[in-house]
């Protein structure tokens, strides 16, 4: 009877401590399992982190093969508007090479063309583009003139010019004489941006040195390049007559930079894109590519329609000369005794080059502006930028 009792009595302790062990062994089993999964959160994170680096690396590497192919791309349009004017010198027509866009081809395939053996690497890779002529459109910059080293003037005949495009595009003239008193104060003062008016021996130029500059010494201001290190100011521009704004304007650049001018809306600025631009120098409008918009308005008295049946005529023959063009004005009905050559030409410098390039996942979008000698026919890049 006792032993009955007691082996009774070594059961009952035997499955209180089984109860016991029972929560520790599944408590124990819960914590590996809560172990595990977050080393495997921390090892994917890292993974994950790796192979945004490395696809992050290829896309560098995607982009800048892209750009060297597009920089190679630009050299050979180069090429083609440097032998377009050595077969045709002094003449730039819209029937020309130069003229002909470059649908999307591979790039394999203008290797193989050439006979290169590792043709088959371009088969990802995208090329498309154009050539457009720059002095096709109104230069904005031949709104100022220079008579002489530093003195910038409006020019009344290119104001003119420009109300009468903007009056043919339905918008408002008056917008000519602000663009041209903008462009005249940002010409003005990127070259002394950081100077005074007056640079009197002896004296440090301060902000009230820029405050006391009169209409007078505003000329004086235009001059640049010249000064010493006592003619700086921290006040650029502000006090400059010629300027409404408290701000000094910027160097238009391009045709977005109408945006600052009073009066102009993205509308206006869309409406005029087409049919304007903004060159280094002054230009004439080549009469051989040139729009119908954008004769109409550098020809005096001409009208729209005139201009529509000048640009027809020069569909079937192109200008040799400015004779061969007041001919063709002639015969549109145009009174017009001379041409102007610095209105008009036959010949451009200016080209705007517009290259596409797809190289696998990266797309290079590129817009070039090349200048060409009209002597030498060599070749120059002005300025590269990125279209989104």
């Known amino acids: 009877m006792r032993r009955h009792r007691h082996s009774r009595s070594l059961a009952r302790t035997a499955a209180r401590t089984a109860a016991r062990r029972r929560p520790q062994r599944g408590a124990a089993i819960i914590s590996a399992l809560l172990v595990a999964a977050l080393a495997a959160i921390l090892v994917s994170g890292m993974l994950w982190r790796q192979q945004v680096q490395v696809r992050r690396i290829e896309n560098q590497r995607l982009l800048a093969q892209g750009q060297w192919i597009a920089r190679a791309a630009l050299d050979w349009t180069r090429l083609v508007l440097r032998s377009e004017a050595d077969t045709a010198p002094g003449i730039t027509y819209l029937g020309g090479a130069w003229g002909m866009p470059v649908a999307k081809t591979r790039l394999s395939d203008f290797l193989g063309q050439i006979g290169e053996t590792r043709a088959q690497q371009g088969a990802d890779t995208w090329l498309s ?5 720059a002095q096709a459109r109104f230069n904005l910059r031949n709104l100022v003139s220079a008579s002489a080293p530093g003195a910038l003037q409006l020019n009344l005949t290119q104001i003119e010019a420009f109300a009468r495009l903007l009056q043919l595009l339905g918008l408002n003239g008056q917008l ?14 990127s070259v002394t941006r950081f100077q005074t008016g007056t640079t009197p021996t002896g004296a440090t130029g301060t902000a009230s040195n820029t405050a006391n500059t009169s209409n007078t010494s505003s000329t004086q201001q235009l001059v640049g390049g010249a000064g010493g290190g006592a003619n700086f100011t921290d006040n650029p521009g502000l006090s400059d007559a010629d300027t409404n704004s408290a701000v000094a304007p910027l160097l238009m650049t391009s045709v977005d930079s109408l945006l600052d001018v009073p009066g ?4 206006t600025v869309a409406r005029l894109r087409p049919f304007v631009t903004i060159l280094p120098t002054t230009t004439p409008v080549n009469m051989n590519t040139a729009s119908a918009e954008v004769i109409a308005a550098i020809v005096p008295g001409m009208s729209l329609s005139s201009a529509q049946a000048f640009v027809a005529r020069r569909q079937t023959v192109f200008f040799h000369n400015l004779a061969d063009v007041q001919l063709a004005l002639q015969g549109a ?7 102007d050559s610095t209105l008009c030409d036959v010949n451009t410098s200016y080209f705007l080059v517009h290259g596409r390039v797809q190289h696998e996942r990266a797309v290079v979008d590129r817009m070039t502006l ?4 009209p002597l030498t026919h060599t070749t120059r890049i002005v300025r590269v930028r990125d279209e989104p």
């Open 129 to 133: 583009g154009s050539i457009e002529d």
């Open 264 to 267: 102009f809306t993205p509308d």
């Open 333 to 339: 009905g145009t009174p017009q005794s001379s041409v």
């Open 176 to 189: 000519a004489k602000n663009t041209a008193v903008y462009l005249r104060s940002g010409l003005a003062h």
């Open 370 to 373: 090349v200048w060409r000698d």
